[in-house]
């Protein structure tokens, strides 16, 4: 299994608090990814990186931003956490364009 | 922005049965990737396919990558109850990141 972790993995919070995904990869690998999954979307693409400080926007990243430090380290971060923002979080992580690798996902409840 | 279609949604089948599922594109896929995820748990990779007409088999499970490179299909012989789970298919997107289809979640009864 590729050596990528995500944490938390559970977090319930309110409405207007920000909070921080936190993914971490043990691979070297140069992208990173942030989707959220909900039920009848699949799998949405909110931010990626292609490299340390080099991100960019995905399909949904109204409400999110990212940051990539190191390149084992990718956040995730909701500024003002809202109701929508309630989903699972993958990161996942690829040394090449045809290949990807999923952390285990958190599970994020906002009330 | 590339649309990825997988068909059907759902599907329940009793064990030992066979099954097709499929994944089309709007557009010609430059690879395309089948994942199978776990209630719980991220997508893990089957197969990555890249050439048209492209078949490669894992075990009990034929994957087709169509000529035309737009669709492809995943075909399980002798389902078991252990292939229950949500089929994804995805791919890259201009080799910037990846676009996923919806799945298909398959139920395989004993």
């Known amino acids: 299994d590729a050596g990528i972790t995500q944490s938390p993995r559970h977090k319930v919070t309110e409405t207007g608090t920000p909070v921080t995904l936190r993914c971490h990869q043990t691979?070297?690998?140069?992208?990173m990814y942030w989707y959220r999954q909900d039920p009848g979307h699949g799998l949405r693409l909110i931010h990626y990186?292609?490299?340390?400080?080099?991100?960019d926007k995905g399909e949904v990243s109204d409400g999110y931003s990212v940051s990539r430090s190191k390149t084992e380290d990718f956040l995730l971060t909701l500024e003002s956490a809202t109701s929508s923002q309630t989903s699972v979080y993958f990161c996942?992580?690829?040394?090449?364009?045809?290949?990807?690798?999923f952390g285990p996902g958190t599970r994020l409840t906002v009330l | 922005t590339q649309l990825l279609e997988q068909s059907p949604q759902f599907l329940s089948i009793q064990e030992g049965e066979n099954l097709t599922v499929y994944c089309n594109s709007s557009?010609?896929?430059?690879?395309l990737q089948w994942y199978r995820q776990e209630p719980g748990e991220g997508p893990v990779l089957l197969v990555t396919?890249?050439?048209?007409?492209e078949v490669k088999k894992l075990k009990r499970l034929t994957f087709q990558f169509g000529d035309a490179r737009k669709d492809s299909s995943l075909h399980i012989t002798a389902a078991q109850p252990g292939d229950t789970g949500l089929y994804l298919c995805?791919?890259?997107?201009?080799?910037?990141?990846?676009?996923f289809g919806p799945g298909t979640r398959l139920s395989v009864l004993p």
């Open positions: 990186s292609y490299g340390v400080k080099d991100t």
């Open positions: 691979e070297n690998h140069r992208y």
């Open positions: 557009s010609v896929f430059s690879s």
């Open positions: 995805a791919e890259d997107n201009y080799g910037q990141n990846f676009v």
């Open positions: 996942a992580i690829s040394g090449r364009l045809d290949t990807q690798y």
């Open positions: 396919v890249v050439t048209g007409g």
